[in-house]
């Protein structure tokens, strides 16, 4: 099947842990994104890498870090954690970048809890 | 950056037509998407619109007025598996990001 799939879909961990998520898409898509949704539901960009290259970098902490090893792969490390990152993480794909028509294809999501 | 406003919560009767309204201000606009997420999974594209007017997809469609900021989602026939949260999306200009309003909870009733 084509699609983005990220992994773990669930994530229960403890604070002061360092995990990783990762995620892959197989859309032939150029640009590969992370989004935070909170439990209001809103959903916040992270990260944007275009061809392995980091493009949108938004007011998040260092503790996480992206990681693009291919434009088909872009993963999301994150250390030190703590009790205000429990939220749903989505990858996202799109063809293009730069392209307005390009709609954001996004994974199913992977629900972090920490205690 | 966009400001965008959408109503937190609809409900509606099965049958009927909902119409979901969007405010946006933005510095520079490059289009505007509709996404509907059921509750648990993950946001899916709905529609896209970039010039003024209407665009119609079976029984959604979407329309935009650039020079008031404003788009409106319509879902008409509406069906129980309609229930769900609809995001609006502005793409900016200068560097390309989508941004999303808090979503709009539609609730089906039979």
């Keep these: 099947d084509t699609a983005v799939s990220q992994t773990p879909k669930y994530l229960v961990t403890q604070m002061g842990n360092d995990k990783s998520i990762k995620c892959e898409q197989n859309l032939g898509h150029d640009t590969m994104y992370w989004y935070k949704q909170d439990s209001k539901k809103f959903l916040k960009i992270m990260f944007s890498y275009n061809n392995k290259e980091l493009i949108i970098n938004e007011t998040v902490p260092n503790r996480f870090s992206p990681k693009s090893p291919d434009k088909a792969h872009l993963n999301l490390h994150i250390n030190s954690l703590e009790l205000g990152d429990s939220a749903v993480y989505f990858c996202a794909s799109s063809q293009d970048f730069g392209q307005g028509d390009s709609p954001l294809h996004f994974g199913n999501g992977t629900r972090l809890t920490v205690t | ?110």
Aim: contains cysteine; charged residues 20%; aromatic residues 12%.
């Design chain 2, 1 to 110: 950056g966009q400001n965008i406003d959408q109503p937190t919560e609809m409900t509606a009767t099965e049958g009927a037509i909902v119409q979901i309204n969007c405010t946006y201000q933005t510095s520079g606009f490059n289009g505007l998407f509709w996404y509907q997420q059921h509750a648990g999974e993950a946001p899916t594209f709905l529609s896209y619109n970039v010039l003024d007017g209407l665009e119609e997809k079976g029984r959604f469609s979407s329309f935009l007025s650039r020079s008031k900021g404003y788009s409106y989602l319509l879902l008409k026939e509406l069906q129980m598996k309609d229930s769900a949260s609809y995001l609006c999306a502005v793409r900016d200009q200068g560097d390309y990001k989508l941004s999303f309003g808090a979503g709009t909870t539609v609730t089906v009733r039979a």
